[in-house]
């Protein structure tokens, strides 16, 4: 090694301890610099894109070192900050920094041996490629989705990661994703009327599709939008827009084209628009509003943190977006978390009216191209192009921030910010606290039900506490009411799954033309199928768990590992033919309201009907528009939607809630059941809420029926303080898992013995949860409870020691084992 030897510790996108030295060659030390990718092989013959933590002139003393092969960066692509984020979430969360990098930067920036790349049929050349470019361009031809790593060997190049940088910024190529639309100009499809066609002639063109009715609505759907013949100028209109309009398809809108009545053609944009969107001046905020938002003020001169405790329909994201333009105003950037991409389709339509093109979205539903997109336009941080606001769901923590003023965490209390697979698992909430800390910037927590924990903090005196307890335009409280289960089934009045009570109130509803949302947290037709003859149960052959069925594929399938079936036709144990399904899922409810209200429209909203990206978007735009007259979900449909003319809300099965069994059952059910309350009686009149459960004298549903958190609070408080639980204690789950049960179990109790030397009575277990087999993986787990004032990072730094002690036995080398902090 020469003297001016320079070295670089990288991160590399894989699940393993610690950073790895390589050697800098002198050619590219004035281009490798922290914070950019670089090329390098690692464990034979793969190769990575690795970042640059450190630069420095220590070689290691342990391997051999290689040489970094190129840098595909220009500039740096993480930050300062970024780091030390990384740092602390790998370190809370007991994570590689590998796992971090993993899932904090878009696919499209991780370029591995084997990301799959294609060449662009539609690719013409600006200028002349270069012998080597052309080279990997004839490869990619004469065959498809090739990986980085057959591409080195079919080229005989050394290194093409760099050449196939050149070629994804010129257009040539896409990777994985279809990441190259990010760099790619961006084409609107638009639709207009085929230029054979006179405005005269567009009445018989109607009439001449009677017989194709989807076709004749695009057409009307189209006529509407465009305003020909009414308008001077008709209106532009997307092909997107006109689908959704007429809620049709693309292969309906492709029979117009044919028929040479409507025609398709396209116009460039610039994928981040900031040209002047139409600005609407903020709202005048109303007493309360004005009094919580003074409140929130005075709370951050003292605190970082402040809860907005409002309850529904308060106008808590009014506050939120006067709050916003102050930061705009200072020029600071906005983190704006929710807990669903659902939520986010309502809110940036508020949001783009007030601050135009300033608000960027990010979420997992987008494809790479945009994500990539959105990270890099973040990263410019120049506040004539850039996003100054961004709305996301919890990975949007990970952005290259580097101005941050406010972070607002809307229904803070939800889990869905907590990452439970893969690593790193961290909760969103906890980590945008530490995020909006290394930024100098306030947290703004925002919800009608706090997490316990969360309002614990604010009675602690940790963060300040702003209360808002009247809803907008003095709108009532909706009128909750409870329906027997356990009598309404004696009496034999149930019809089907609703109680007569239920029953009567959709009937009024939908007479009043009024909307309706039923809530079930189960989807599928029904949990389970059941043999009536002997009792078996078709399970998984993969997870100890039961099938559930689906009627629309007519499948049973495992919601764990995604393994689908047809439904047996008989009985595997008895060959009894009688198989009935128990209990109900969303499709089933679904199913039963088309019976029973034939005339009403209606919809179901859970992970089954919600998978494409616009999904979510034409769900709630049809009930937004009064398309739809009841909508049937899951937990989906009690976060934070705003609808006008929803008067009932009906929450079918309250008890499979209470009955769950984990420590934060009873929280989670008051916030499932006031939230999803909340959505009823909104502008107009009082809502009514219909609560079905076999047990009308829970306190958690009384409390619901009372309104009345601060007793739900109390009564936790004192549960938790006695069994040693969260805001007490912190809870770290340390999961084994292993395809041989009687090994796993070995392993476990060496584990769990080695640990009760230092912990003692703190560990619990070990001990197999309710499901103990997913994807033929058997897992047990120890549970750790640490008392607040102990040294977290010592207690982590005893069970990394540990774990690593029990790997290191020969028969335990392939025991996985899993931290899981502040568990949910």
């Given amino acids: 090694m020469n003297a001016g030897s320079l070295f670089a510790d990288l991160i590399l996108p894989l699940p393993l301890a610690g950073l790895f030295t390589y050697s800098i060659p002198w050619e590219l030390q004035s281009k490798v610099a922290i914070g950019k990718r670089v090329v390098v092989s690692f464990g034979g013959k793969k190769i990575y894109s690795g970042i640059v933590k450190n630069i420095h002139n220590n070689p290691p003393e342990d391997y051999e070192v ?71 361009i004839t490869v990619l031809k004469s065959s498809k989705d090739v990986n980085i790593q057959t591409l080195t060997q079919a080229s005989g190049l050394k290194n093409v990661l760099p050449q196939i940088k050149k070629l994804l910024e010129k257009g040539a190529i896409e990777v994985e994703e279809r990441i190259l639309s990010s760099y790619k100009e961006k084409q609107i499809k638009y639709v207009r009327l085929h230029q054979s066609i006179k405005e005269d002639e567009i009445g018989e ?22 305003k020909i013949g009414i308008a001077e ?60 938002i003074k409140e929130i003020r005075e709370g951050f001169e003292s605190k970082n943190t402040s809860l907005l405790h409002g309850v529904t329909s308060s106008g808590k994201t009014e506050i939120y977006i006067h709050l916003i333009k102050e930061q705009i105003d200072q020029g600071k950037q906005v983190l704006y978390l929710l807990p669903e991409i659902a939520l986010t389709t309502q809110i940036i339509t508020r949001l783009k009216h007030v601050f135009g093109n300033k608000v960027g979205v990010y979420h997992s539903k987008f494809n790479d191209a945009e994500r990539v997109e959105v990270y890099n336009n973040i990263q410019q941080n120049n506040p004539d192009k850039s ?59 925002g919800t009608a039900t706090p997490a316990i924990e969360t309002y614990a903090n604010c009675k602690q005196g940790k963060y300040a506490l702003v209360e808002l307890m009247h809803r907008y335009q003095d709108i009532k409280m909706p009128e909750i ?27 009024t509803a939908l007479e009043k033309k009024e ?47 995604g393994h689908s079936t047809q439904p047996p036709q008989s009985c595997m144990q008895c060959e009894s033919t009688n198989m009935v399904d128990k209990g109900f899922g969303t499709e089933k409810i679904e199913d039963e309201l088309r019976i029973f209200f034939p005339q009403a429209r209606i919809a179901r909203m859970d992970l089954d009907t919600t998978r494409s990206k616009t999904a979510y978007e034409k769900l709630i735009y049809k009930f937004e528009n009064h398309e739809l007259d009841i909508l049937v979900g899951t937990q989906m449909v009690s976060k934070g939607l705003d609808f006008d003319h929803v008067s009932l809300v009906g ?82 789950n340390i999961t084994l898992k292993h395809k041989n049960n009687g090994l796993l179990t070995q392993a476990a109790n060496m584990l769990a013995q080695s640990l009760r030397k230092t912990f003692g009575i703190r560990v619990f277990g070990p001990q197999a949860p309710v499901i103990n087999r997913i994807q033929n993986y058997y897992i047990v787990n120890i549970l750790l409870k640490i008392e607040k004032k102990s040294s977290p990072a010592k207690a982590k730094w005893i069970l990394n020691r540990e774990a690593n002690n029990l790997k290191a036995i020969e028969r335990f080398k392939m025991v996985m084992v899993q931290f899981d902090v502040d568990p949910m």
């Avoid at 003023?405 to 980590?431: C, M, S, V, W």
């Avoid at 078996?536 to 049973?556: A, F, I, K």
């Fill in 651 to 732: 929450i079918l099965n309250a008890d499979s809630m209470l009955n769950f069994p984990d420590f934060r059952a009873h929280e989670r059910s008051y916030q499932l059941m006031a939230q999803v309350s909340g959505r009823a009686g909104r502008k107009n009149k009082q809502g009514k809420v219909i609560i079905q459960t076999h047990e009308p004298k829970h306190p958690i549903i009384q409390s619901v029926i009372q309104n009345d958190y601060v007793g739900m609070y109390q009564t936790q408080m004192s549960e938790r303080e006695e069994f040693i639980y969260p805001p007490f204690y912190r809870l770290i």
């Fill in 233 to 292: 100028v008709p209106e532009k209109v997307t092909a997107t827009e006109l689908l959704l309009n007429s809620d049709s398809t693309s292969s309906i809108l492709k029979a117009l084209v044919d028929k040479q009545i409507l025609e398709i053609y396209f116009e460039s944009t610039d994928r981040l628009d900031f040209s002047d969107a139409e600005i609407n001046p903020l709202k005048e905020l109303n007493q309360h509003q004005a009094q919580a």
């Fill in 387 to 445: 996003y100054q606001v961004i709305l996301g769901v919890r990975s949007s923590i990970f952005l290259p921030f580097s101005n941050l003023g406010l972070i607002i965490i809307d229904e803070e209390h939800e889990n869905t910010y907590k990452q439970f697979d893969p690593a790193p698992r961290y909760h969103a909430r906890d980590a945008a606290l530490f995020l909006a800390h290394l930024h100098k910037a306030k947290t703004l927590l």
């Fill in 515 to 561: 909307q309706v949302i039923l809530f079930q947290n189960r989807r599928g037709y029904a949990p389970y199928l059941e043999c009536k003859s002997c009792g078996w149960v078709p399970h998984c052959e993969n997870c100890s768990v039961s099938l559930t069925y689906h009627q629309y594929n007519n499948q049973l399938t495992c919601h764990y590992c």
């Fill in 205 to 226: 063109k109607l009439n001449s599709l009677n017989r194709a009715k989807k076709q004749q609505e695009i057409l009307f759907s189209f006529l509407n939008l465009s």
């Fill in 66 to 136: 290689k040489d970094i092969i190129a840098c595909l960066d220009e500039t740096p692509i993480i930050n300062h900050l970024q780091f030390s984020f990384w740092d602390w979430i790998s370190d809370y969360y007991q994570s590689n920094l590998g796992d971090v990098y993993k899932a904090a930067i878009p696919a499209g920036l991780k370029l591995e041996s084997q990301t799959k790349i294609s060449y662009r049929e539609d690719f013409t050349a600006e200028a002349r490629l270069s012998k080597t470019e052309e080279l990997i």
């Fill in 481 to 507: 009411l409870l329906a027997d289960l356990k009598e309404a089934k004696r009496k034999k009045r149930m019809k089907s799954i609703f109680t007569p009570e239920l029953y009567e109130e959709i009937n």
